[in-house]
């Protein structure tokens, strides 16, 4: 080999040692280099103070819900997290079955005194410390990431390299059953009323009544809303397997986009695999799962063509892209379940921003927001409500979750331990 030719490793050896040259220069100059600027900027001192966990609860005009249970209650789980700095976090979850026990009594002594910019340890520790409680780990996870976004100055889609999408189409869950009111005289109307605020996509409740009856019903949604407004329908577990094999063949003669969680529910959801193979409508499901290792069994079982992940149930955002990123590789669609405050929706944009379209093609379905109307813990909890503008959501773009808590409206609804 001539002198004048350099190997590979010559090569890497050069640049290692210009680079080093360059910092050196950077200091003869009196300045900083770039990287050690950055390294020192970066609050790596942040320390956690306090782990809070506030019940919130308003009561509603009217019972309403589901097929299986209509409620006058609206509840929800937040989890606010607090550092030396003076920097806050929030999270949300629900209250089912202990959870919020088990973040008073044992996730929050694993984060006090904690730097939580360590996400990846702390991560670790919440799920060792519950047996795998998805729903503890999710109201953490949300208020970390924020916290860690807002440290950072990086919203949660930044954290993970970026937003696909800057606005994502919102779906309308609504159409309630209301107690002492006919469906007949409730549904079509609310429909319509829903496109013509811009709605393009909605959502309505079915399996209370006679399945003839219930399909009737839709079909007057249909007309009410006309041919080009997304349909999808939720039986929340109202139907037996045949029952839902019949009912879902008639719904794909209304053009429904997709039959949600007909069977009941349960981390097993037994039978679904069953029905998603005898049917053409696309079946969605999987609001209960609790973390990837439940969702993996149910990819792997093909028991949804769509696949729901609540991200304030199953372990938080990272659980979720885990999921969407497994579903995609069994061509199954990731729909994300949001029933949530101000903290689930704005955490539930942040991760639709980062899913892919189903498919490359330029008509591919892309992630759509669940939105349930007449929320008061969504729209008056933050400073800035989300806007509708022709059908869509923009994803908030400032640091962490890219909202502003109003602490005075949660201390409205805030129910006293």
Known sequence: MHNSEMTRRDCLRSG??????????????????????????????????????ISMQTKLPRAKGPSTVLS?????LLVKISTDSGLVG??????VGGTRGIIEDHLKTLLLGKNPLEHRKLWRSLWGANFGDGRAVAGVDIALHDLRGKALQQSVAELYGGRLRDKVLVYASAMDYTDGVRPEEQFPAEAAGLAKRGFRAMKTRTGRFEHKR??????KIRAAVGPDVRLLTDGNGAFTLPEAVKFAKELEKLDLYCFEEPLPQGLNYAGYDVLTASVDIALAGGECL????????????RSFDIIQPDVTLCGGVGEVLFIAEMARQFSIQCLPHCWSSAIGVATTLQLLSLLPNSTYGFTSDEPMLELYDQNPFRDEMVTKPFELKQGMFEIPTGPGLGIEINEEVVKKYAVKR
């Open 72 to 76: 006058d209650i609206r509840d929800a």
């Open 16 to 53: 290692l040692a210009a680079s080093c040259g360059a910092l050196a220069g950077w200091s003869a100059l009196g300045f900083e280099s770039p990287g050690r600027a950055v390294a020192e900027d970066k609050p790596s001192g942040l320390t956690i103070t306090k782990v809070e966990t």
């Open 290 to 301: 609790d973390s990837r290792v439940t969702a993996r069994d149910h990819i792997v079982r």
């Open 214 to 219: 219930e399909l009737a019903l839709l079909a």
């Open 90 to 95: 929030w999270g949300e979850t629900a209250d």
